[in-house]
């Protein structure tokens, strides 16, 4: 049989006449791209049953695939038939320079393939569009569907947001899928086809599809690295009135990019309890020119706005569901009244068994029938099926009757909070929302979050994106970058950020930030794609070391994060300035692009880093290393740099003092910048620890400059009484030292606290030292 070749300037893709993939080569270094021994076939048709009549009387009724088993070419149009079944298609082959697409043109049906049936022809629930055995590379991006290395790139993806894209893993290949569903679209639903030199350079493919099929534009997102990988000062309640203390904080800690929440620009009430109205906030006077002044206010100070939001919940204080329930509210399940239902009825039958339907938690229990919503405790699952225990006119919505046979069903009720429910994706109603959460966008907003978007209707594969992009045409101009809570295949376009973690807590914060962001920072990256490292909440216990840890692995992976405004907990908390220091370096570091890849790498490690600045004002990144055992509220680092020894610590509290017993030592405010102040006690030095420390001001570095004559490291603290924590000097050479409870060598605690007692009745918090003794 004769091959078929289709190819453009870059590769030649070779398909047999039954259909078989050949061969994928690259032109430029003539490499092979495919597996050849797979027999996958281009195109197959899939149908729940067979139904020509003597097919579906020979083989299993059941969903069936049919693989393409014979193909034609001719005018740019490819004709492919069927195992088994009798019908044929056309697919339109697009030969662009940089990638080859394929659209599902339409299907050829022969007078007796189907004859005396009366139905709609041919019965396809799903065409395949595309599939290519791809050798296993280095790098599968899952999102963007490409595998790829150094030396080369193959991607199928879709040209519009109606395929389905996926793959199939094999030993040593992975097929790449492209599909079109019945209950999305058929006809007119296409993939694209890319094979290119490796790295990044699939891009600029990836770049033509996009602008030929007006996609947005993920690409060009991506590589504008000055924004995109910029962290953000995330604010709800942001006003004319307060927006100028927020500008304040934003630019305190360093960040260039603001995004706000929703609250902002529309009024809200108890969670997301009045998502879908979208009333501007008093504070406009229903204009939306006022919400264009304060966003041109926020930029006029270099930063960026953005805007965050819930597409697809829809508020139960909202007016889509109170008085009167719109019928556009999803229904997770369709049931049919079996009796009239009278306003004073508190159960309802139906006619399907309701097994299956939510019981675990009450707000989930809701049905809705016409206007009204309708709670139920429980139900049968014998016939007469029975709702039981139901609260009639929930949600405040009128209570009414029902005929029999009224269709209804159960509510989609959010699952993240008692306050929102999902409207149904197959009506117009999520393009309406649109329109009015672009009101704000448009107001001057340059970029958005997409949150809540796991909260559609199935197929997920399909309304997740489809949700986003239904919104995303109504932005103009188009945002610079997005986020969302959830994604999918054609999400790439749009979510050039990814997605962004929820809150961890101060205790949890590092476990959590390894365990999720760094996890998936790798698998970003294969879909040439950062990630949002998370919102970080602003505690009253957040402390400077937890922000420094999130900051350096973040920026080890090229990620930016988000840290949540908190105007209560910035005046509370006693590390504020140390931690918006944090930020603001390594938001200086980002924008600079000083990381090198070298020490982005190192930073992959477990070892905790510190981003200083040195004598000269030049930034110094250094390990460090946490000190254990310290009192509550203690928290020390040590490190080195320049070949001399350097403690760093904090206490996160009030303000308290520090003891050292040492004379000849050097304090500095800043790497080389003035001395602080030292008072001399009982043969030691005494040091403030304000509660306004900050890292270039006032987060100590302690030079060892007179070390004892032996060799081992000694790290030692001590607190001021009652707890019993130790003082004592090393045994082998004799060398001054305090330390705490973890003794390094063995000594009698209640002679050492008694010690530690008559020699520094008001030591403040916390000493730290290096001593080196070699004793064994």
Known sequence: ???????????????????????????????????????????????????????????????????GNRLSYADGKLTVGFDITPFEAVVDVKIAKTYIAFTLERFIVHPDDYK?????????????????????????????????????AVCLLATSPHAEIDSEKGRGYRILTADAHRDILLEGCGCALIASEGGDKVLDAVEDVEIDYD???????????????????????????NVDKHIEYAKRAGFRMMLLYYSSCFKSSGGWALNGDYDLRDEYEGDFENLRKMLDKIKAAGITPGLHFLHTHIGIKSRYVTPVADHRLHLKRHLTLAAPLGTDDTEIVVAQNPRGCPLDFPFCRHLQFGGEIISYEGYTTEPPYTFTGCKRGAFDTNILPHEKGQIGGVLDMGEFGPTSLYLDQNTDLMDEIGAKIAKAYNSGFEFVYFDGSEGTNAPFAFHIANAQHRVYKHFSPAPLFCEGAAKTHFSWHMLSGANAFDVFRTDVFKKMIDAHPVHEAPLMQRNFTRL????????????????????????????????????????KNPRTDDIFEVTRRWEDVREKDWLTEEQKEMMHSDTEHILLVGEEGEYELVPYFAVDGTPEGLYAYTFTRKDKNYAVYWFQGEDKEIALPLADFVCEEALGGDKTPVKAENGKSILPASHRISFDRRRYGYPARRLPPCGDPLISCIVKPPQAHAWGGCFYCGYLGVRGIRFLHEMCAEEAHKKASERSP???????????????
Request: proline share 5%; charged share 25%; net charge negative.
């Open 1 to 67: 049989m004769k091959p078929i070749c289709l190819e453009n300037d870059i590769f030649r893709l070779t398909v047999g006449e039954d259909c078989l993939v050949k061969s994928l080569i690259l032109k430029e270094t003539g490499e092979e791209l495919l597996v050849t021994d797979t027999e996958t076939s281009l195109f197959s048709v899939t149908q729940e049953r067979p139904y020509n009549n003597e097919i579906k009387l020979i083989h299993m009724n059941k969903q069936t695939t049919f693989e």
């Open 116 to 152: 005396g049936l009366l139905m709609d022809t041919p019965p396809v629930l799903s065409f395949r569009i595309g599939a290519i055995p791809v050798k296993t590379r280095k790098n599968f991006g899952e999102w963007l569907n490409v595998m790829w290395d150094d030396d080369a």
């Open 215 to 241: 996609l947005p534009r993920g690409v060009e997102s991506r590589r504008n690295r000055t924004k995109i990988n910029a962290s953000m000062y995330w604010a709800h309640g942001v006003t004319p009135e």
């Open 532 to 571: 949002n490292f998370g919102w970080w909440a602003f505690f009253e216990d957040t402390r400077p070391d937890v922000y420094e840890y999130g900051m350096s692995r973040a920026a080890s992976w090229d990620c930016p994060m988000s840290m949540q405004c908190n105007f209560v907990n910035f005046e």
């Open 762 to 776: 008001r030591l403040g918090v916390i000493l730290l030292q290096f001593h080196q003794c070699s004793g064994q």
